[in-house]
Structure formats: structure tokens, C-alpha cells
């Protein structure tokens, strides 16, 4: 399992990008995030993604993904750059 880079999921199937920085265009089930698409087309960094997620209620991009126990704190805590 893969993580993202956004809001920390760590249940991806698929990395969002390769060892050499090319994007996946992979979705997170959680925040929506696309790689390649979101950064690159869009021109969001995480943290500007994350924020607008985060201010948005943290809502799920796809629900049936989301885990039973879900806890946005403890998945929070596993991102280096979240402040």
C-alpha cells in the first residue's frame, strides 16, 4: 500500500509517483488529491490542497473507501510537512 502526500491515506493501491518524480495520475480515495493533475495542471502544492480539504470538513472522495475506525488526527500526525 501506497501513501498520499496530501492527506497522509496510506491504503493506495498505487504509488502516486515514480522513484523519478513522474506523476501516476493516481486519486486518493480520501482527499481527491490526483497527482499530475492537481499539482502540475492545477498548479496546487500539497499543502495548498490539504488546506482546502482540511477547510472544506475533510470530506471523502470516495466513501466506500473509508475505513471503518478512521481517525483524521492519528492520519494526520504521519504527514512530515503538516503544521
Known amino acids: 500500500m501506497y ?10 493501491e498505487e504509488p502516486m509517483y515514480l522513484d523519478t518524480g513522474e506523476p501516476m495520475f493516481v486519486i486518493c480515495h480520501c482527499c481527491g488529491f490526483q497527482s499530475g493533475y492537481d499539482d502540475d495542471d492545477q498548479g496546487f502544492s500539497f499543502q495548498a490542497f490539504r488546506n482546502k480539504w482540511i477547510e472544506e470538513g475533510y470530506p471523502w472522495f470516495n466513501p466506500k473507501k473509508k475505513p471503518k475506525c478512521w481517525d483524521i488526527n492519528k492520519q494526520l500526525e504521519k504527514i512530515k510537512d503538516f503544521k
Open 3 to 12: 501513501e498520499c502526500p496530501v492527506c497522509g491515506f496510506n491504503k493506495l
